[in-house]
T-cell receptor, first 115, second 117 residues
Framework: AQSVTQPDIHITVSEGASLELRCNYS??????LFWYVQSPGQGLQLLLK??????LVQGIKGFEAEFKRSQSSFNLRKPSVHWSDAAEYFC?????????????FGDGTTLTVKP | NAGVMQNPRHLVRRRGQEARLRCSPM?????VYWYRQLPEEGLKFMVY????????ESGMPKERFSAEFPKEGPSILRIQQVVRGDSAAYFC???????????????FGQGTRLTVV
C-alpha cells in the first residue's frame, strides 16, 4: 500500500526567506507525485506534479520540487517566500499516471510567514 | 469553464439526520472522486465514480455512506443517520476521461464542511 509522510506539521519562515517542505513516500512501483496547496476554508490547488523525466519539476507560484528515488523523497522548495504563501501544503502519491484522482495524501504542513 | 462546484459549502445536521452533498464536475469531466478531511489531517480517499458506475469504493465506510453519479446531474455523497464523528470537510475532485492529460490531474472543489450537532 502506498503512504506519504510529511514530517513537519508546522513551519514558520520569514518573508523573503527560502522554504523547503519535506515529503517522503512509500510505494512499490514508479510513484506519481503531487504537491497541493490549501488556503483556509478553500479547496486544493495543484502546485506541481511528477510523472517521469526530469527529476526537478517546476510548478506555479515559483515553486519547484525534486524527486529523489534513492531517498523516496519529493521535497517542495521556493527560493523566496511571500506572505501570500501562508497556507497548508499537501504531498500526495497516486497509484498510476492515469489515476491521479485516487491519491494518498500526507497529513499536511502548515506554513506561517512572518513579516 | 467553471471549476468543480460543490454545494452546500456548509451543512449543519443533527445526529440521526441525513446529509446530502453535491458535486458538479468540470465540464467534460466524467471521473469524480470524493475525499474526506478530518480536522488536522490530510484528505482520505473515499470513492471513485464514473457516470452511472462506482469504480472504486475501497475508502467508503461500510455503513451509512453511499455515493452516486447519475447520467444526468451532479454526483451525490449521502450520509444517513449522521453521527458527530462524521463532522469533516468533504471534497470532490474531477478529472477528464480523454484527451491530453486524461485523468492525470484532479481538480478539486472548495468542499462541503459538515458539522453534526
Amino acid at each position: 500500500a502506498q503512504s506519504v509522510t510529511q514530517p513537519d506539521i508546522h513551519i514558520t519562515v520569514s518573508e523573503g526567506a527560502s522554504l523547503e517542505l519535506r515529503c517522503n513516500y512509500s510505494y512499490g512501483a514508479t510513484p506519481y507525485l503531487f504537491w497541493y496547496v490549501q488556503s483556509p476554508g478553500q479547496g486544493l490547488q495543484l502546485l506541481l506534479k511528477y510523472f517521469s523525466g526530469d527529476t526537478l519539476v517546476q510548478g506555479i507560484k515559483g515553486f519547484e520540487a525534486e524527486f529523489k528515488r534513492s531517498q523516496s523523497s519529493f521535497n517542495l522548495r521556493k527560493p523566496s517566500v511571500h506572505w501570500s504563501d501562508a497556507a497548508e501544503y499537501f504531498c500526495a502519491v497516486a497509484p498510476g499516471v492515469t489515476n491521479a484522482g485516487k491519491s494518498t495524501f500526507g497529513d499536511g504542513t502548515t506554513l506561517t510567514v512572518k513579516p | 469553464n467553471a471549476g468543480v462546484m460543490q454545494n452546500p459549502r456548509h451543512l449543519v445536521r443533527r445526529r440521526g439526520q441525513e446529509a446530502r452533498l453535491r458535486c458538479s464536475p468540470m465540464k467534460g469531466h466524467s471521473h469524480v472522486y470524493w475525499y474526506r478531511q478530518l480536522p488536522e489531517e490530510g484528505l482520505k480517499f473515499m470513492v471513485y465514480l464514473q457516470k452511472e458506475n462506482i469504480i472504486d469504493e475501497s475508502g467508503m465506510p461500510k455503513e451509512r455512506f453511499s455515493a452516486e453519479f447519475p447520467k444526468e446531474g451532479p454526483s451525490i455523497l449521502r450520509i444517513q443517520q449522521v453521527v458527530r464523528g462524521d463532522s469533516a470537510a468533504y471534497f470532490c475532485a474531477s478529472s477528464p476521461s480523454r484527451g491530453a492529460g486524461a485523468n492525470t490531474e484532479a481538480f478539486f472543489g472548495q468542499g462541503t464542511r459538515l458539522t453534526v450537532v
